[in-house]
C-alpha cells in the first residue's frame, strides 16, 4: 500500500475516504494506468492484457452476494440504507456487465503460474468476504463505499476492453463521488466508527492494487515468453 494518505483524523472521514482513493486506488496504479492511455496506442495494455484483467476481476468480485450486498446485511444505519439499496442493484448491473466484457475480449492468456495466480486472487475473494461480513461497524461499509468510490477507475479498464473487443461500454449506475462522500459524513463522526470505515476502505484498496501487482507481474512473465 502506498502511504501518501493521511492516516485518520477525527471528525473529517469523508476527506479521508477520498484521499485514501486517490493515493491508494485503481487510478494511482501504474499497471492500471496503462489502459487509459487511448491516445498513445503503443502505452495501451494489449488485448491479452485486458483479457487478462477481466478474467481475474470476475474472480475477485463477478460473484454473488459480493461486498456491497454483505455490507448490506451488516449496516443497521439508516443513513446509509438507500444508498447501499442503489449501490448493490448497480453492482449487480456491473457484475453482468464485467461477465459480458470477459467473455467478449476472450480467456485469460496462458501465463506461467496460472493455477497459482487463481488460489492468489481466490485467497483475495476470501479475504473480501470477511471484510465485509465484519461485525465491527462501520468496517464494512468503509469497504463498500471504497469500493464504489474505486470501481471509478476500475470500470474505465473495462470500457476500454470493451472497446477493444467491438462492444458498447453500458453507462455505470453506481452512487456517484458526492452521494458515497455524503453517506461518509453520515454514518461517520465517532471516533470509533470512523476507524472503522477508514480499516475497511484500506482493506479494499489494499487487495484491488494486489490485483493490478499480480497482473502487471503476469503481463512481465509474458513478455519474457516471447
Do not use: K
Not at 57 to 85: E, F, K, M, Y
Not at 170 to 178: G, N, Q, S
Amino acid at each position: 500500500m502506498s502511504e501518501a494518505a493521511p492516516r485518520y483524523q477525527f471528525g473529517d472521514i469523508s476527506r479521508i475516504l477520498e484521499a485514501l482513493v486517490a493515493a491508494d486506488g485503481t487510478a494511482a496504479h501504474a499497471y492500471a494506468n496503462r489502459a487509459g492511455a487511448s491516445v498513445a496506442r503503443d502505452s495501451l495494455l494489449s488485448l491479452g492484457d485486458l483479457a487478462d484483467g477481466a478474467y481475474y476481476l470476475c474472480l475477485l468480485h463477478g460473484r454473488h452476494p459480493g461486498v456491497i450486498d454483505h455490507a448490506a446485511t451488516r449496516s443497521a444505519d439508516n443513513a446509509a440504507r438507500a444508498w447501499l439499496i442503489e449501490a448493490a442493484d448497480s453492482f449487480a448491473t456491473e457484475r453482468a456487465y464485467l461477465t459480458q466484457v470477459s467473455v467478449a475480449v476472450g480467456p485469460a492468456p496462458s501465463t506461467a503460474g496460472q493455477a497459482d495466480c487463481e488460489t492468489t486472487v481466490g485467497q483475495q475473494r476470501h479475504a473480501l468476504d470477511m471484510l465485509a461480513q465484519s461485525d465491527r461497524r462501520g468496517c464494512a461499509m468503509g469497504a463498500a463505499m471504497a469500493l464504489v468510490l474505486d470501481w471509478r477507475a476500475v470500470r474505465h479498464i473495462l470500457d476500454m476492453a470493451a472497446i477493444r473487443a467491438g462492444l458498447e461500454p453500458h453507462r455505470c449506475t453506481l452512487p456517484d463521488r458526492a452521494a458515497t462522500l455524503e453517506v461518509a459524513r453520515a454514518i461517520g463522526g465517532d471516533d470509533v466508527v470512523d476507524r472503522a470505515i477508514q480499516f475497511g476502505a484500506r482493506q479494499l484498496l489494499n487487495q484491488h492494487r494486489g490485483l493490478w501487482d499480480l497482473l502487471s507481474a503476469r503481463a512481465d512473465v509474458r513478455a519474457r515468453q516471447l
